[in-house]
């Protein structure tokens, strides 16, 4: 079985930052594109970046040069570290993962259960 694990959402001020991580364990092979998504209320799910296996990166034009997505390979662990923010960021933030079961080689992409981020005006 495998799981992602969320956590470092928070309340905070416009103009301040937050991390997010998210740790994926579990019977894992590898893991190839990681990506973290947002919901708020009465809106879609939306997809706020991706990082690949080898680090390439892509993001949405919202969040573009104030979020960073990186990744710790040795520890499984996507990161998204959010600067500047407004409270339009406010959302439930939800990491994903392309993971290779090991053993049975399956391929599975599971959803962390979210971490709640809240930007006050």
């Known amino acids: 079985q495998v799981q992602l694990v969320e956590s470092g959402g928070g309340l905070v001020q416009a103009g301040g930052s937050l991390r997010l991580s998210c740790a994926a364990s579990?019977?894992?092979?590898?893991?190839?594109?990681m990506r973290w998504y947002r919901q708020a209320p009465g809106k879609q799910r939306e997809l706020v970046a991706r990082i690949g296996d080898n680090g390439d990166t892509n993001y949405a034009d919202s969040v573009e040069g104030r979020f960073t997505i990186s990744r710790d390979n040795a520890k499984n662990t996507v990161f998204l570290q959010m600067n500047s923010l407004k409270p339009e960021d406010t959302a439930v933030y939800y990491c994903n993962a392309v993971i290779i079961e090991r053993f049975t080689t399956r391929l599975l992409v599971p959803w962390g259960q979210g971490t709640q981020v809240t930007v006050s005006s």
């Open positions: 579990g019977n894992i092979h590898s893991v190839g594109n």
